[in-house]
């Protein structure tokens, strides 16, 4: 069964504000660690909060194996990382993961902050082992899980990152700001609708929520959030639950609970389901995504594709499940859904429709190959439209409607 642990380490954003003021919703800056029910490593962010994260993991077991993924190098998003234990460790491997930067590689922007008049030790020193991963927008997988990426409107090069494993999915969209100012929860500009559409239907959101809509008046074009913004595009995303995160420094927890409690009324109001909360440092989660009557089918269709080698192996699922979520964790992982009553020829039809939408180029496909259980043909190519004929044609439930 797949599920994803979410712990927050940091949630504030631009400066560290310790203190007995912010006690309850914390003081370091952006950290979220993600734990993947195969137990892979994910961190997101690496501002003060990851110091305390290192020294939890110390006390494992090393080395260690982690994948750290940077939504963009503003400092408050990176100055923690001289401060990460692990990497000082021997025989760690870290991942590191940002979006490719204007004029600085990642490398050059982390090694930076560790120079000699800022850190005795430089980054090349480190005697982890370092590999650098510079993102524009797409996907990359990380064991299971598929993390895929998409530009924030900010200012530096910044990305969120939605990160799946089977049907559950979370996603890390800070340091961003709307497109449009709307207050009426309508969306008309089309970045903020790529927006919505990326989020579209997450178990977990952390979404940049610093400004309210007064504080906001005067800071247009710094690239955050208000509340509002974040509330209703989530609503019109579909997520299920919110966390309200990058907390602005000159709010104590007396005005994060207020921000919180507006947040609820917001959704009551709108007659919404959204749980919204405000991230606090040190709260754990765990994620799962939608269940099907029957069980997770999508856990099910995970294996199959899991098993053929074909992580975009075409599924349709059959239902007889008319409302509610569970249908839409058919829809999360499978090409299509089909509820009850159907016909077989409305099956095929069904398919024969899909296979022209995403099959145009038939004539190029490659010739047939054998599909064995057992394992992936050897002849199919990774990528293309050829590889679903291929499976298609060979299941025999099909073949006669070619
Ligand atoms: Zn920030
Ligand atoms: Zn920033």
Known sequence: MSFLKVRFW????????????????????????????????????????????????????????????????HWDHIQGFPFFM???????????????????????????????????????????????????EGFFRIGDVLVETQYLN????????????????????????????????SFPHPGDQRHIAFLRNADLLVHDAQYTCEEYKTKIGWGHSTIDYAVDIAMAAGVKRL?????????????????????????????SDLDVFAAAEGMQLEVQGPRLKDGLATDFIYQIRQKTARPELPVIVLTDIHTGS???????????????????SMLRSRVHAWLARSAPARSHAAPAAPVDAAGPPSVVPPHGPGRYLEISRAVPVFQASW
């Open 326 to 344: 569970d249908q839409l964790s058919a829809e999360l992982t499978s090409i299509d859904y089909l509820i009850t009553p159907f016909s077989p």
């Open 243 to 271: 966390a309200l995160f990058h907390h602005d420094p000159t709010h104590n927890d007396a005005t994060v609970q207020g921000l919180e409690a507006a947040a609820r009324k917001r959704v009551e109001d709108t007659g």
């Open 86 to 136: 692990p990497a000082f460790m021997p025989g760690t491997e870290l991942n590191i993961y940002a979006p490719l930067g204007f004029q600085r590689s990642l490398q050059e922007s982390l090694s930076g902050q560790m120079q000699h008049p800022y850190f005795p030790v430089e980054l090349n020193d480190l005697p982890s082992r370092i590999h650098y991963h510079e993102l524009e």
């Open 10 to 73: 940091g949630t504030r954003g631009s400066v560290p504000t310790p203190g007995d003021k912010t006690a309850i919703y914390g003081g370091n800056t952006s950290c979220v660690e993600i734990r993947t029910s195969d137990d892979d490593l994910i961190v997101l962010d690496c501002g003060t909060g990851i110091r305390e994260l290192g020294r939890e993991l110390m006390r494992g077991p090393g080395p260690f194996r982690i994948h750290l993924l940077i939504g963009h190098t």
């Open 154 to 185: 900010h200012t530096a090069p910044a990305i969120g990152y939605r990160i799946s494993s089977g049907n559950t999915t979370v996603a890390y969209v800070t340091d961003h700001e709307s497109y449009w100012l709307s207050t009426n929860g």
